[in-house]
């Protein structure tokens, strides 16, 4: 830090002067909280609803640059990660903070594998669900019924024990993801099948039906290997600090990840995948676009999809996205939502009201015509986001689990109400 890396702050209401340090690009509000305060006063806090700038953490696992549309996991950017490696081995390396050598990968793997199947008292809860349950309703539960099947796990400080409860969770994901969605069906409900690879297991549980041993088309494998790694992780979005904060009162990572889930549920976050594909479902044809956009300048509705917290320039995701859509049509032909998709994307680039807000495509723009492809109804797509950011939340956990800073999140308010009314009984009230 050089000499002027502090900030001179006047409190004009009473002429003191404080110098605050700047560390990283930013000030302590701790450092903050001292202008004002006195022996009977707090000093000054800071009001940022939706934390739009507010560092929580400090964190090594990703690193975005919205400007440049650059995102990288432990320093190695997604295209690289995309192009040449495979989910798992991301997920280790998001976990672990750096790349597996081959017999860290195949013990690795190889627990994993092991460790996809669920008490059976789990699949009687899944299928207690009403036929039109929605899959993420059912994700959510499963992850959290899992705390009470391993009690264990509220042992947060015991790594031995931290790592069996981050294998278990990658891994019974995609059974839940499966049977919520076989739920919906109305059928059986497929096991893992531990000859297949980590996707292919999961496409085995979710289209096998009376065939011996489920054939999964590998190119559509891969194409899900890619998409589960794009959304491994993305620093401190909505649900990663929702499992942080949810996490910060040290309780097991079932719960903190079942609140990561319901985080993603949202539409305006991973719920959007599924909103795109209603948004293009309801367009239908290109001659209907230009209306559309213009009810979503009237702000009458969103453009399902575009815009971003981080990202200022394209989603380096939805670039990649689109590549893999160009896979995935090659064996299923290509979505008729594609061309709408397509001519929404060239209007939205050019129409100021959205090159103004600096709005792109982001990763659910495209994901969804994939999914949608893949033959996934839309309830599931957020599912898949899910399983893809699990390693990514369990990374966050770890690192909130171990850092000294870090306190139980319980941030300061701006209070708004009434102050000393006296209550009056509801029998006074009423009488
Ligand atoms: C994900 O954080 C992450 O990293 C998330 C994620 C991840 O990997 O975890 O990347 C995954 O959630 C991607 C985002 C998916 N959500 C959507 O596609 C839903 C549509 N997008 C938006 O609702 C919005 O862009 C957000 C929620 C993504 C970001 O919202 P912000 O940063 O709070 O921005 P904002 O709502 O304050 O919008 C700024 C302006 C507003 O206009 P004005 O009020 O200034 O006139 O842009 C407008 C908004 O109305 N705007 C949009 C828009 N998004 C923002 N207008 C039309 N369509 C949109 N999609």
Request: charge should be negative; proline fraction near 0%; charged fraction near 10%.
């Given at each position: 830090m050089t000499n002027n890396e502090t900030l001179t702050v006047r409190d004009n209401r009473t002429g003191q002067e404080y110098e605050i340090p700047i560390a990283d690009g930013a000030i302590r509000a701790s450092d903050l909280g001292k202008v004002g305060q006195t022996a009977d006063e707090h000093g000054l806090a800071v009001y940022d609803p939706g934390f739009t700038?507010?560092?929580?953490?400090r964190s090594a696992v990703t690193f975005i640059d919205g400007d440049k549309g650059i995102l990288e996991y432990r320093g190695y950017p997604i295209e690289q990660l995309a192009e040449s490696s495979n989910f798992l081995e991301v997920a280790y390396l998001l976990i672990h903070g750096s790349l597996p050598t081959k017999e860290q990968f195949d013990t690795w793997e190889h627990e994993i594998t092991y460790h996809t199947f669920v008490h059976e008292n789990v699949r009687s809860l899944m299928q207690g669900f009403r036929y039109d349950a929605h899959p993420m309703g059912m994700l959510r539960s499963g992850v959290g019924a899992l705390s009470t099947f391993y009690p264990e796990a509220r042992e947060i400080k015991d790594p031995a024990i931290r790592h069996q409860q981050i294998v278990r969770l990658i891994a019974k994901m995609p059974t839940l993801g499966a049977w919520s969605f076989r739920n919906a069906q109305g059928k059986p409900y497929v096991y893992p099948d531990n000859d297949l690879s980590y996707t292919e297991?999961?496409?085995?549980?979710l289209f096998k039906m009376s065939e011996p041993a489920y054939q999964p088309d590998p190119r559509l494998a891969k194409a899900?290997?890619?998409l589960f790694i794009l959304h491994a992780d993305h620093?401190?979005?909505?649900?990663?600090?929702?499992v942080r904060s949810v996490g910060s009162s040290q309780v097991d990572p079932y719960s903190a990840v079942s609140a990561g889930i319901?985080?993603?549920y949202g539409p305006l976050h991973g719920g959007a995948n599924e909103a795109v594909l209603r948004m293009l479902a309801r367009i239908k044809t290109i001659e209907n676009v230009p209306a559309f956009i213009e009810g979503v300048k009237k702000g009458e509705e969103r453009l399902m999809g575009f815009g971003h917290r981080v990202y200022k320039n394209y989603d380096p995701r939805a670039k990649l996205i689109t590549k893999a859509c160009d896979d995935v049509f090659e064996v299923t032909g290509v979505s008729p939502l594609l061309e709408v998709a397509q001519e929404l994307e060239k209007i939205a680039l050019e129409d100021e009201y959205f090159v103004s807000r600096k709005l792109y495509p982001n990763v659910d723009f495209y994901s969804g015509l994939i999914y949608e492809a893949l033959q996934f109804p839309p309830e599931m797509f957020t599912v898949l986001f899910a399983i893809g950011r699990t390693p990514g939340w369990l990374a966050q956990w770890l690192e909130l689990v171990d850092d000294p800073e870090q306190k139980i999140a319980r941030p300061k308010q701006i209070y708004t109400g009434d102050r000393g009314l006296d209550f009056v009984p509801a029998s006074q009230r009423w009488a």
């Open positions: 700038n507010t560092a929580s953490t297991n999961f496409l085995s549980m899900l290997d890619v620093e401190q979005n909505c649900s990663t600090n929702a319901a985080a993603l």
